[in-house]
C-alpha cells in the first residue's frame, strides 16, 4: 500500500516544486487570490490580441513593438512582486503591503515608456528629473524582480555589467572606458528601445510568451504524460531503454514546458526511479556516473 501511494506523493512534490519555481509560492484567499488568476489571464489576452491580426481588422487598441514590450514587462514586474515571496520566511497566504507598493511602483515604471510615449519621442536624449527618477526605481525594481523570479545569479550578472558601465575607468586598460553618468545610463537602459526594452524584451514579448502559453495549455491537457508514454514505447525495449527513453521524454517535453525545472520535475520522477532500478548508478560525490557498476549476473 506504501509503495502504491509512493508515485502520488512523489508526483505531488513534484508539482508543488513546480508551481514554487514558476508560478510562484503565494496562495493568498480573497481578493488577491483572485487577482493573482485575473492579471496572468489579462496579460494572456493581451499577448493573444497583439500577436493576433484583430487590431488591424478593428482598428483598435494598435500596438507598437515598443508600446508591447512596456506593456509585457508591467505585467511581469507587477507578478514577480506580488507571486513570488521576497524571503522564504515571508508569508505564503497573504501579500504584504511593501509588496504592493513595489509592484505598482515597478508596473508604473515598465509603462512609462507606454504612458508618455509621445513625449518621450519629443525629447530624445535629453531626459528630465521625473524620467531618470523613473528610471532609476525601475532598474532597481527590476533587480529585485529577477531575484525574486530566477534567483540571485542572473541578478548578480546585470549589476556585475553595470558597475562595468559606470566605473570604466577603474578597469584595466584592456577593458577599461571613460565611463558613464547615471543620466546617459539610465536614459539609454530605460527610456530607449536599446536597453531593457531591447531585442531580449522583444522577443520575449512576441514570441516567447505565446511559446510558454500555449506549452502551459498542452501540459494541462496531459501532453507531458503522453510524450513520456511514447518515449518509452519507443525505446524502452533497448538495451539501456530508460536512459535513452529519459532523454527523447525530456526532450518533447521540453518542447511545450519551456521551464528547466517544470521540465525535470514531471518527468525526472518517473524516469529517475525507472534508470536506478534497471542499474543505473545515482551521482554521488566523487563517484563518476559512467561506467555503471557491473552487476552480478
Known sequence: MAEDNQPKVVNADAQDIVAQVDTGARHPGGIPGKMLFGVPVAWSLFQLWYASPLPFIFGFAVFNDTE???????????????????????????????????????????????????????????????????????????????????????????????????????????????????????????????????????????????????????????????????AFALLGHLKGGPAKAAVVASATTGLISGSSIANVATTGTFTIPLMKRVGFPGTKAGQSRWPPRPTAS
Open 68 to 230: 508591447a514590450r512596456a506593456i509585457h514587462l508591467a505585467f511581469a514586474i507587477f507578478l514577480a512582486f506580488t507571486a513570488f515571496p521576497a524571503f522564504r520566511s515571508s508569508p505564503r497566504d497573504h501579500i504584504p503591503i511593501q509588496d504592493w507598493v513595489f509592484a505598482a511602483v515597478g508596473a508604473f515604471s515598465a509603462a512609462y515608456i507606454f504612458i508618455f510615449y509621445t513625449e518621450l519621442s519629443g525629447r530624445s536624449g535629453a531626459p528630465t528629473t521625473p524620467d531618470l527618477v523613473v528610471a532609476v526605481c525601475g532598474m532597481l525594481l527590476l533587480l529585485e524582480a529577477t531575484r525574486r523570479a530566477l534567483g540571485p545569479p542572473l541578478m548578480i550578472v546585470a549589476i556585475v555589467f553595470l558597475t562595468y558601465t559606470f566605473g570604466g575607468q577603474y578597469m584595466p586598460d584592456v577593458i577599461a572606458h571613460k565611463g558613464q553618468s547615471l543620466s546617459k545610463v539610465m536614459s539609454h537602459q530605460w527610456l530607449t528601445t536599446e536597453g531593457v526594452f531591447g531585442i531580449a524584451l522583444g522577443v520575449s514579448s512576441s514570441f516567447v510568451f505565446l511559446f510558454v502559453l500555449f506549452g502551459a495549455m498542452l501540459e494541462q491537457a496531459g501532453a507531458g504524460n503522453y510524450f513520456i508514454k511514447v
